[in-house]
């Protein structure tokens, strides 16, 4: 049943109730009294449908008036000049009262209204402002809508990737079927269209298309929901937060791959001109030890020590080439997470003894001071080797020569210090945190920091720490924790 005839059904029978209670009493009523009962169903018959439900109300209660209260009873004849003035004053006043109250619930239901629409796209906002990623927000964005505008089913569409890409399903909320994903895709060169009604009769969808900046980015395809004028404006505004909120996730999102394209493309260039570096020298020396050789063998000019000597350069710059190689192999199982620990109790001693001979340096440049009651460590001795070969292979390159390199170690609050120092140039206090980043190069002849990086990963994957300060005299002292081994009870 309508709106309006509701509401005048209402109205009659209360007037029909009204007035057959006052009938009996009429002739010790004054005139007023009937019309001024009769303003209730009148009021009634408005909230109940509306103005026009008022006019009919008024329009019944003039007859009823007349009819039953206005002598002669019984019939629409109007006898002293006083009752067609009281029943003119009752049609103008009923009219303004219907009209007024008509107006107010009109305006109740506005106010009603906009509360509400504020109070959902202030949720929708809420929802959307979070740093969230692109998934996130087209979910909240689909959720929010289906629940805002009691929809059965509601689905965002977006731009595949590429040039030209078609529109695909990202999210959705409700349930909609197969067949009505399947129907939602938009057809080339219809228009999309958001009015009054369900849109687009056959497939039973209202289509808003989500545009930022005068860019479509979307499209939102709701199932199940009717869109008055007042309710399709709340729609698209709600479109346009939509709009806007994926865009910046969007453009975040490009931020951060840029950036790490940006990362990618710097740590490349480092790479290659790290490796290019280190690579270079060995490489020279070698090439230039094999050229002496060759021309030696033809005219005999080179002495049986010089041969030897240039044999041992060969296998030094070999043997650099080798622990180059070794570190990016290292390296690259640090990045991949394909490191594993392979912990047991082993001395100090012996880490610092397979640490040298892992190392590129002269045991007799190094001055190992090792307390005789220092605990064993519970570490993967090959990884703990090579943090220590990596450490005297740094200080030795800038320590000044003929200056030994220092190794000592000391317990401190149940950990094993091993600390290693040279008396080089030391470490700014600013870069002392760069430098264990890869390919890091502190100072016009600083070398790249790959060396110093695996120490740390292979530490930090104990789970302990290496740190540099300044050493006792000048110079940079390398300092790594070790956990003690527990020592049984009995020993």
């Given at each position: 049943?309508?709106?309006?005839?509701?509401?005048?059904?209402?109205?009659?029978?209360?007037?029909?109730?009204?007035?057959?209670?006052?009938?009996?009493?009429?002739?010790?009523?004054?005139?007023?009294?009937?019309?001024?009962?009769?303003?209730?169903?009148?009021?009634?018959?408005?909230?109940?449908?509306?103005?026009?439900?008022?006019?009919?109300?008024?329009?019944?209660?003039?007859?009823?008036y007349?009819?039953?209260?206005?002598?002669?009873?019984?019939?629409?004849?109007?006898?002293?000049?006083?009752?067609?003035?009281?029943?003119?004053?009752?049609?103008?006043?009923?009219?303004?009262?219907?009209?007024?109250?008509?107006?107010?619930?009109?305006?109740?239901?506005?106010?009603?209204?906009d509360?509400?629409?504020?109070?959902?796209?202030?949720?929708?906002?809420?929802?959307?402002?979070?740093?969230?990623?692109?998934?996130?927000?087209?979910?909240?964005?689909?959720?929010?809508?289906?629940?805002?505008?009691?929809?059965?089913?509601?689905?965002?569409?977006?731009?595949?990737?590429g040039?030209?890409?078609?529109?695909?399903?990202?999210?959705?909320?409700?349930?909609?079927?197969?067949?009505?994903?399947?129907?939602?895709?938009?057809?080339?060169?219809?228009?999309?269209?958001?009015?009054?009604?369900?849109?687009?009769?056959?497939?039973?969808?209202?289509?808003?298309v989500?545009?930022a900046?005068?860019?479509?980015?979307?499209?939102?395809?709701?199932?199940?929901?009717?869109?008055?004028?007042?309710?399709?404006?709340?729609?698209?505004?709600?479109?346009?937060?939509?709009?806007?909120?994926?865009?910046?996730?969007?453009?975040?999102?490009?931020?951060?791959?840029?950036?790490?394209?940006?990362?990618?493309?710097?740590?490349r260039?480092?790479?290659?001109?790290?490796?290019?570096?280190?690579?270079r020298?060995?490489?020279a020396?070698?090439?230039?030890?094999?050229?002496?050789?060759?021309?030696?063998?033809?005219?005999?000019?080179?002495?049986?020590?010089?041969?030897?000597?240039?044999?041992?350069?060969?296998?030094?710059?070999?043997?650099?080439?080798?622990?180059?190689?070794?570190?990016?192999?290292?390296?690259?199982?640090?990045?991949?997470?394909?490191?594993?620990?392979?912990?047991?109790?082993?001395?100090?001693?012996?880490?610092?003894e397979?640490?040298?001979?892992?190392?590129?340096?002269?045991?007799?440049?190094?001055?190992?001071?090792?307390?005789?009651?220092?605990?064993?460590?519970?570490?993967?001795?090959?990884?703990?080797?090579?943090?220590?070969?990596?450490?005297?292979?740094?200080?030795?390159?800038?320590?000044?020569?003929?200056?030994?390199?220092?190794?000592?170690?000391?317990?401190?609050?149940?950990?094993?210090?091993?600390?290693?120092?040279?008396?080089?140039?030391?470490?700014?206090?600013?870069?002392?945190?760069?430098?264990?980043?890869?390919?890091?190069?502190?100072?016009?002849?600083?070398?790249?920091?790959?060396?110093?990086?695996?120490?740390?990963?292979?530490?930090?994957?104990?789970?302990?720490?290496?740190?540099?300060?300044?050493?006792?005299?000048?110079?940079?002292?390398?300092?790594?924790?070790?956990?003690?081994?527990?020592?049984?009870?009995?020993?």
């Amino acid at each position: 049943m309508k709106r309006w005839l509701r509401g005048a059904l209402v109205a009659i029978a209360g007037i029909a109730a009204l007035s057959a209670a006052m009938v009996p009493l009429r002739d010790h009523l004054s005139l007023a009294t009937p019309a001024l009962v009769l303003v209730v169903p009148v009021v009634a018959g408005v909230a109940v449908g509306g103005l026009a439900s008022g006019i009919v109300a008024v329009v019944a209660g003039f007859i009823a008036y007349d009819l039953l209260f206005i002598p002669p009873y019984g019939t629409l004849t109007v006898g002293a000049a006083q009752n067609w003035a009281a029943l003119g004053v009752y049609a103008v006043v009923m009219l303004i009262v219907a009209r007024v109250f008509a107006f107010l619930q009109r305006t109740r239901g506005e106010a009603r209204r906009d509360a509400d629409a504020t109070r959902r796209l202030y949720a929708l906002s809420d929802v959307l402002i979070g740093d969230k990623p692109v998934t996130g927000v087209l979910q909240d964005i689909a959720d929010t809508i289906c629940q805002a505008f009691g929809a059965r089913w509601v689905a965002v569409l977006i731009p595949g990737e590429g040039e030209g890409s078609e529109l695909r399903v990202a999210a959705t909320a409700g349930d909609p079927t197969a067949a009505e994903l399947a129907a939602m895709a938009p057809t080339g060169g219809r228009p999309e269209w958001l009015g009054a009604g369900t849109g687009h009769a056959a497939a039973g969808q209202v289509r808003v298309v989500l545009t930022a900046r005068g860019r479509p980015v979307g499209l939102v395809a709701i199932a199940g929901a009717t869109f008055d004028r007042h309710e399709a404006a709340l729609l698209q505004t709600y479109a346009n937060q939509a709009a806007l909120a994926l865009e910046r996730s969007q453009l975040r999102e490009q931020a951060l791959r840029t950036e790490l394209l940006e990362q990618v493309d710097a740590l490349r260039a480092s790479l290659m001109g790290a490796v290019s570096h280190d690579l270079r020298t060995p490489l020279a020396s070698v090439k230039t030890a094999v050229s002496a050789l060759r021309r030696a063998t033809g005219d005999g000019r080179l002495s049986a020590e010089d041969k030897s000597e240039l044999l041992a350069l060969i296998e030094q710059q070999s043997d650099a080439l080798d622990r180059l190689v070794a570190n990016l192999l290292d390296m690259t199982r640090i990045q991949s997470g394909a490191l594993e620990l392979r912990p047991a109790i082993t001395p100090v001693a012996d880490v610092v003894e397979g640490g040298l001979r892992a190392s590129a340096v002269a045991p007799d440049t190094v001055d190992v001071r090792l307390p005789v009651d220092l605990p064993p460590v519970q570490v993967d001795q090959v990884l703990m080797e090579q943090v220590l070969a990596n450490l005297l292979d740094n200080a030795a390159r800038h320590s000044p020569d003929g200056v030994p390199v220092r190794v000592e170690a000391a317990v401190r609050d149940g950990v094993v210090e091993l600390s290693v120092s040279d008396r080089g140039p030391g470490v700014p206090p600013g870069d002392r945190e760069r430098i264990f980043t890869m390919f890091s190069r502190i100072g016009a002849e600083g070398r790249a920091g790959l060396g110093l990086a695996i120490a740390r990963a292979f530490v930090e994957s104990h789970g302990q720490t290496i740190h540099v300060e300044d050493a006792p005299g000048g110079g940079a002292r390398f300092v790594l924790t070790l956990p003690a081994a527990p020592v049984p009870v009995e020993a």
